[in-house]
């Protein structure tokens, strides 16, 4: 079974603080995503990834950066934290055949107080 | 702008009926449609797909139909069981790695 595992389910920070989400697959795919899930707005894509050392912005990348060192890990930084970066944190990975389906880790609860 | 909206937040169903659920997208160029559930806590699972070239696709209780005139698609699932209460997302893509979610639809399926 594929797994993405992510690093914390709930976390709590204060504002201006630097926060560190982290994501690992080990299923060797080579793609892998970041996004967060707000109440009416569904899943919304932050950053993405097609290999190691590479990153493209999503729809909504203000305020975060990302880190792909090693193919299985895929970090989401918060630079300095702000409460409307408040929501459910998702990792997703994905092989690069086309329309093969994303995996989902289980998400990160991030409140910013 | 958003390409995939899904226009019902939330549906209620009794169990053993059909559940329906919308889903409708502005960009033409998409030609492949997956659905994804969501139970509160955990991530997304993939349900089913379809592909721009079928109009229908169906998988025991759950059937995908595309209509690429009207750029509208909705997933059926019949019956519905209690178990299927969740956040349903469609998830159209057009380059095949990268996916557009659609808002959601939270469906209650009442036993």
């Known amino acids: 079974d594929v797994k993405v595992t992510q690093s914390s389910r709930y976390l709590v920070k204060r504002t201006g603080e630097k926060v560190f989400l982290e994501c690992v697959q080990d299923?060797?795919?080579?793609?892998m995503f970041w996004y967060r899930q707000d109440p009416g707005l569904g899943l919304r894509l932050i950053y993405f990834?097609?290999?190691?050392?590479?990153?493209e912005k999503g729809d909504i990348p203000e305020g975060y950066s990302v880190s792909r060192e090693k193919k299985e890990r895929f970090s989401l930084i918060l630079e300095s934290a702000s409460t409307n970066q408040t929501s459910m944190y998702l990792c997703?990975?994905?092989?690069?055949?086309?329309?093969?389906?994303?995996?989902f880790g289980s998400g990160t609860q991030l409140s910013v107080l | 702008d958003q390409q995939v909206k899904q226009n019902s937040p939330s549906l209620s169903v009794q169990e053993g009926r059909i559940s329906i659920l919308n889903c409708d997208y502005t960009n033409s160029m998409f030609d492949y449609f997956l659905w994804y559930k969501k139970y509160p806590a955990e991530g997304p699972t993939f349900l089913i797909s379809i592909s721009s070239i079928k109009d229908k696709n169906e998988d025991g209780r759950f059937t995908v139909f595309l209509n690429k005139s009207a750029k509208h698609l909705s997933l059926h699932i019949v019956p519905s069981q209690p178990g299927d209460s969740a956040v349903y997302f469609c998830?159209?893509?057009?380059?095949?790695?990268?996916?557009?979610f659609g808002t959601g639809t939270s469906l209650t399926v009442i036993p």
């Open positions: 990834s097609y290999d190691v050392k590479m990153k």
């Open positions: 299923m060797d795919h080579e793609n």
């Open positions: 998830a159209p893509t057009n380059t095949g790695n990268q996916f557009y």
């Open positions: 997703a990975s994905g092989s690069p055949i086309i329309n093969e389906k994303l995996f």
